[in-house]
Every structure is written in structure tokens, then in C-alpha cells.
């Protein structure tokens, strides 16, 4: 039985079932907004409670590093929450839309791009701070120096919070509802199809969101090793 | 070739005068410390210095580790913010002369990018490129121009870290100990470039423990110890005849409590 769904998987994968890549087109349409909104929002947070002092930081860092662990499907309630038509955000009818989706995806990796962030730009920080003051850099004149300096550990970062986002399922699926055509993602999808038993169409699913977890982390290693090569990190 | 420079050369410096080293305020003071202190988690670090100087040419802080030698340079250079006193560099406030200053680091501090990027990170924008060009010549670095600059080995670090501080044009360098554990080739080409820059017009204010290298390049000395001034005299009067046993015990090798 297993063979036989995994062997209609392989087929259902090369002969580019529409269904199916119309899922996967949707996932990381889905995942790679949530990514780009995510990023604009956690690079400026993590790298100004990097390199700024003020009263309440290290609660602000203990606040952020727990975020990282939110659970997604408390993310995916808040949302929902938010987004129903008797919460505040009702009135724009984003429920169980892509975009109601890309909301739960941002509120769950911007805490983790933020926090990863933090902890590179405040190692960097710890080793040029002095130099900056000797040469007259100002903080803010300083942030794109750090940006482009923290560059290949940021992408590292970035590449780890897209990875958590398009394996993602609990929020998304009570934000986004699972609609056919709509709103089913690979996560989503394949706990569907799992549950009626097309262990096919579920493993082909799977078997995708593999090879991208896959090409997730080669991309890390290459990132890394390009950067020790260089010394850049 | 730089490094085919012999140390005689380096030998060259008259002696200067006590005369030079003011013990009261003067119009024409480079260094002018008052009562600077530093206290840092209720422990006072630096004990009411006060230092007036119109040498030119390089000042040398020695004393034993841990006497306070990187802080006081640090308050020098505005790192730090002393908790009492007042530092005057070039006749003004420290922070005044900020960009008149520059600093080499014991560990160089370079940045993530290739060695020309860290020389037009400092130097002024409208700096030509011939210009770094030849300072990469003159620091032994040239051809490595596009080279990741945190693969160079340690000796090539500070040399390029020192390159970088000379291109803002500083009336005032501080050196925080820049040849501690570097191959004598480094040494030399870095002692070279300071007195270069010394006899440009630039003020030196320099870290060592190698007193080889302090005779070669110090004019007057600073000797701390535990927190506190207790020497500031000429280089020549400092080397042969030290006023305290503590600067005795120094320059004797001998363990200085």
C-alpha cells in the first residue's frame, strides 16, 4: 500500500498534476509575502534592540526570544480572532483568504527573524562599537554598515524563517480555512487528504515540502560556507 | 621593499628635553589632563591624572598590566567618559577634536568586506583611489586590494588597520599596544608609518610593553601604575634614570606589584 502511494506520488509529481502545483504555487505565493513583510518589519527591530540602550532592553530581548516559540495555532486564533467579522479587523472581510493566511504567517516568523537578527547585529555591534565611536559613526549612520556587514548570517536567518513558515499548518489552516482553490496549502492539504485516506495526493505533497526543506538548508550551508571562506562571519 | 629597512634607522631620534614636558597649563598643549578619574562599579580605575604636554613626536603610556593604561587611552580618545577631570587635546575639549582623531587597536577591528572596503569606509569620500592605492604600497598590502580582509594574517590586519586610521588624517593617532604578538617585518613597517606620521606634524600616543620599541620611538613617556601617573619625563631621562621603583622594577624586568 505504501508503495503504491508513493509510486502514484512520483507519477502525480512528473506528469505536473494541476492540482497539485496549483497547491504548491499558492504555498510559497503565501509563504514568500509573508517572508518579504516579515523581513521589513524584524531586520529594523532586531538591529535598533542591537545597538540602542535604553531602560527595559533585556525584557524586550527575553520578550522577543520567547516569541520564537509561539505556538501556531495560537497565533492562528489571535488572528482569527482579529480577523472575524466581530473583531476589530472584521470589517475588511480578510477571513479565510490568502491574505488572512500571510497575516497568521508574518505574526508567527517575524518574532524568529527578529530574534536571530538581534543575536547577530548584537555580536557585531560588541565588536565594532569602538571602532565607530573612533571613527565618529553615529548609530544610525552605522545600521546599513551592520546590515551589510551581518549579511550572510541575515540571510541565514531570513532562509530559517521562510523554512518554518511553509511548513507551517495550525495557524494557517484556522485562518485560512482550507478551501479548495482558495486557500489549501501543501501543510494544509496534506492533513486533508491524509484524513480521507488519498495517501497519494498526501505523499506528493510531502514529498515537495521535503526537497524545499532540503533546498532551504543547502542554501544555509552554501550561505555559511561561502561567509567562512571569507571570513565574514 | 619597506620591510628591507634596518632598526638603525630607526635608532635616529634625538633625545628630547624635559623642558618640553609642561607641569603647568600652556597655550600650546597637545595633551592636557586635570584630575581625570574613572570609576567603574564603585572601583576607581584611574586616580587624578593629571598630565600637561606640548611634546610633539609620541608619547608612550607604559606600566605593568592592569595599571590602566588602555582605559586612560580610552578616556584620551573619548571611549570612555572619565567620572571627574577635564581632557583637552590640541589646546580644545577632547570631544572637539574628535575627528582629528584615529585609533589602532590591539586586536584589529576589520570589517566584513574586502581591504580597499575598509579603507574607503574611512577615508574622507573625496579620497582618490590612487591615493589608497598607495597607501596598500606603503603598508606592504598592495595586490591584495580585493582580498576579504579578515583572511590576511594578523601582522597584514593591523597594517591595513593602521592604513585605514592614517587616510582620516589624524593631528592625533592613538596606538593601543598595534605590534603585541606581530612578526618583526609587521613590527617594522608599523613603527615605520608612526614615525612618518610623527614627523608629518601628527601626534602619536602609543601602548607598548616592548621597551626595545620604546626607546626606538617614544619622545616622553607616561608610567601608570595601579590607576595612578607616576612618571611623565622625557624618553631619555625615563629609560636611564626612572624616578620610582615601580618604573625601576619595569624596565628591569622584574615583577611590579
Known amino acids: ?233 | 621593499m619597506l620591510v628591507s629597512q634596518p632598526f638603525e634607522a630607526l635608532r635616529s631620534k634625538k633625545p628630547m628635553s624635559d623642558s618640553v614636558i609642561q607641569t603647568h597649563q600652556n597655550a600650546g598643549e597637545v595633551l592636557a589632563l586635570d584630575g581625570v578619574s574613572l570609576t567603574v562599579n564603585g572601583k576607581t580605575l584611574l586616580h587624578d591624572i593629571s598630565v600637561h604636554s606640548e611634546a610633539q613626536g609620541t608619547t608612550l603610556i607604559m606600566g605593568a598590566n592592569g595599571a590602566g593604561k588602555s582605559l586612560l587611552m580610552k578616556c584620551l580618545h573619548g571611549l570612555l567618559t572619565p567620572t571627574s577631570g577635564s581632557i583637552k587635546l590640541l589646546n580644545r575639549p577632547s570631544h572637539e577634536t574628535r575627528h582629528q582623531q584615529a585609533m589602532v587597536f590591539q586586536k584589529p577591528v576589520l570589517l566584513r568586506r574586502t581591504v580597499m572596503g575598509n579603507l574607503t569606509f574611512a577615508a574622507p569620500k573625496t579620497t582618490p583611489p590612487e591615493v589608497l592605492h598607495e597607501m596598500l604600497e606603503r603598508v606592504n598590502l598592495s595586490g591584495k586590494d580585493q582580498q576579504p580582509a579578515r583572511v590576511l594574517s594578523g601582522g597584514e590586519q593591523q597594517r591595513l588597520a593602521l592604513a585605514r586610521a592614517l587616510l582620516t588624517r589624524p593631528k592625533i593617532l592613538f596606538l593601543d599596544e598595534p605590534t603585541a604578538s606581530l612578526d618583526p617585518a609587521s613590527v617594522l613597517i608599523i613603527e615605520r608609518l608612526i614615525q612618518e606620521a610623527t614627523a608629518d606634524g601628527v601626534k602619536s600616543i602609543f601602548i607598548s610593553h616592548d621597551i626595545g620599541q620604546a626607546k626606538r620611538l617614544a619622545d616622553d613617556v607616561i608610567f601608570l601604575h595601579q590607576g595612578r601617573v607616576t612618571e611623565h619625563t622625557s624618553a631619555a631621562t625615563f629609560f636611564t634614570q626612572p624616578l620610582t621603583s615601580q618604573a625601576q622594577a619595569y624596565l628591569a624586568g622584574d615583577v611590579v606589584l
Not at chain 1, 11 to 24: M, W
Not at chain 1, 135 to 155: E, F
Not at chain 1, 160 to 170: H, L, Q, Y
Not at chain 1, 178 to 183: E, K, P, S, Y
Open chain 1, 1 to 233: 500500500m505504501l508503495f503504491d502511494a508513493f509510486s502514484q506520488a512520483v507519477a502525480l509529481i512528473v506528469s505536473g498534476d494541476p492540482e497539485l502545483f496549483e497547491i504548491l504555487w499558492l504555498s510559497i505565493q503565501v509563504s514568500t509575502s509573508a517572508l518579504a513583510i516579515s523581513v521589513i518589519l524584524a531586520l529594523p527591530i532586531g538591529t535598533v534592540l542591537a545597538i540602542s540602550e535604553f531602560p527595559g532592553k533585556r525584557l524586550c530581548v527575553t520578550v522577543l526570544n520567547s516569541l520564537m516559540g509561539l505556538p501556531p495555532v495560537v497565533v492562528g486564533l489571535l488572528v482569527y480572532l482579529m480577523l472575524s467579522r466581530s473583531g476589530p479587523l472584521g470589517v475588511l472581510g480578510l477571513l479565510y483568504t490568502p491574505t488572512a493566511m500571510v497575516i497568521a504567517q508574518v505574526v508567527l516568523i517575524t518574532p524568529i527573524i527578529a530574534a536571530l537578527a538581534y543575536q547577530v547585529m548584537d555580536d557585531l555591534h560588541r565588536e565594532y562599537r569602538e571602532l565607530f565611536q573612533s571613527l565618529g559613526i553615529d548609530s544610525i549612520r552605522a545600521i546599513p554598515t551592520y546590515l551589510w556587514d551581518a549579511r550572510y548570517s541575515l540571510v541565514t536567518s531570513i532562509l530559517a524563517g521562510f523554512g518554518r513558515a511553509i511548513s507551517e499548518v495550525g495557524a494557517v489552516i484556522i485562518v485560512g480555512g482550507n478551501i479548495d482553490h482558495l486557500t489549501r496549502v501543501m501543510t494544509t492539504a496534506i492533513a486533508l487528504e491524509t484524513s480521507k485516506g488519498e495517501l497519494a495526493i498526501a505523499l506528493a505533497l510531502g514529498i515537495i515540502l521535503l526537497m524545499l526543506a532540503l533546498l532551504v538548508n543547502a542554501g544555509v550551508t552554501t550561505v555559511r560556507s561561502i561567509a567562512l571562506k571569507k571570513a565574514y562571519v
